[in-house]
């Protein structure tokens, strides 16, 4: 492993266990409902994304900085400009607008953690 692949490993983290290849698949098909609001540079939401590394999550990851599309959808749906912000689709154009950290990574340690 390069250099750079071990300060990403530090930084990111690393999966910690494997899936089987249908189960992986069915965690897909889960997180495709999934989408996290961040900003790169927030600590908070760099503890999400740890997470969600280390879980083998495919969730969208929507930069609310860069995209001003992104900030007024989490403004206008979410109700305000805060990341992290885990939005959950429900089903028939209704969501779920989950905020703070450590709500975020317990929503998805609880749903998808790899027994």
Do not use: H
């Not at 879980?55 to 805060?82: C, M, S, T």
Request: charged share 20%; aromatic share 8%.
């Amino acid at each position: 492993m390069g250099l750079l692949a071990r300060l990403l490993s530090l930084v990111i983290g690393r999966p910690t266990q494997q899936r089987s290849p249908d189960a992986q698949r069915q965690v897909d098909a889960a997180t495709s409902m999934l989408s996290l609001y961040q900003f790169s540079a927030c600590p908070y939401c760099i503890r999400v994304r740890r997470v969600i590394r280390k879980l083998q999550l495919n969730i969208e990851l929507r930069d609310a900085a860069g995209n001003p599309a992104f900030q007024q959808e989490l403004k206008l749906y979410g109700g305000k400009l805060q990341t992290p912000c885990l939005r959950i689709e429900q089903g028939e154009g209704e969501a779920q607008w989950l905020y703070e950290s450590s709500a975020i990574i317990q929503y998805l340690k609880t749903r998808f953690s790899i027994t």
